[in-house]
T-cell receptor, first 112, second 118 residues
């Protein structure tokens, strides 16, 4: 089955700096890679996703890059704000069952 | 659109009793729903895939006789934790795909149910 590794587990940045979170996956059949933001006690919130036929996708301050050959994808947040502080999860999905396999998460802290 | 609800949002039960959690897709039909469990400060772990009108598919290590899943309609899946024990205390989250929606792969998550077994 799919295995998704995520790094770092914690990340602390100053407000205005950029934050980068990286994930690798094992199943070459995976073709959908979403990123979620989760605040304490709440549901995961999709912030951006990318399909395997695309190398990069951007939505305002958030971007995701995908390298299919190396089987890794990254989340980039620019101009970070304190409200970006949360746990971020990457995930991978492929095959006919559409199951999501999550990374272990990254606790992002943006210091004012 | 694409809203998923869960009920209850939190529940406390005594050890040995059973608890049922409902997951509903409010504005779309979901042929497939997923059930996850999340322990504090950990990731979401898929427990099972729930398919409307058929038996659920459980992930390795998940006891199907303990976690009963019923997907009797296109908008409702239920998870029953039988003979609950304190180690079953966790955050249970469901999700659903909307195959008729704009994003074929996206899963829409419910708000979660906090289960505490005393």
């Amino acid at each position: 089955g799919e295995n998704v590794e995520q790094h770092p587990s914690t990340l602390s940045v100053q407000e205005g700096d950029s934050a980068v979170i990286k994930c690798t996956y094992s199943d070459s059949a995976s073709n959908y890679f979403p990123w979620y933001k989760q605040e304490l006690g709440k549901r995961p919130q999709l912030i951006i996703d990318i399909r395997s036929n695309v190398g990069e996708k951007k939505d305002q301050r958030i971007a995701v890059t995908l390298n299919k050959t190396a089987k890794h994808f990254s989340l980039h947040i620019t101009e970070t704000q304190p409200e970006d502080s949360a746990v971020y999860f990457c995930a991978g999905s492929g095959g006919s069952n559409y199951k999501l396999t999550f990374g272990k998460g990254t606790l992002l802290t943006v210091n004012p | 659109g694409a809203v998923v609800s869960q009920h209850p949002s939190w529940v406390i039960c005594k050890s040995g009793t059973s608890v049922k959690i409902e997951c509903r897709s409010l504005d779309f039909q979901a042929t497939t729903m997923f059930w996850y469990r999340q322990f504090p400060k950990q990731s979401l772990m898929l427990m099972a895939t729930s398919n409307e009108g058929s038996k659920a598919t459980y992930e390795q290590g998940v006891e199907k006789d303990k976690f009963l899943i019923n997907h009797a309609s296109l908008t409702l899946s239920t998870l029953t934790v039988t003979s609950a024990h304190p180690e079953d205390s966790s955050f249970y989250i469901c999700s659903a795909r909307d195959p008729g929606g704009g994003s074929f792969y996206e899963q829409y998550f419910g708000p979660g149910t906090r289960l505490t077994v005393t």
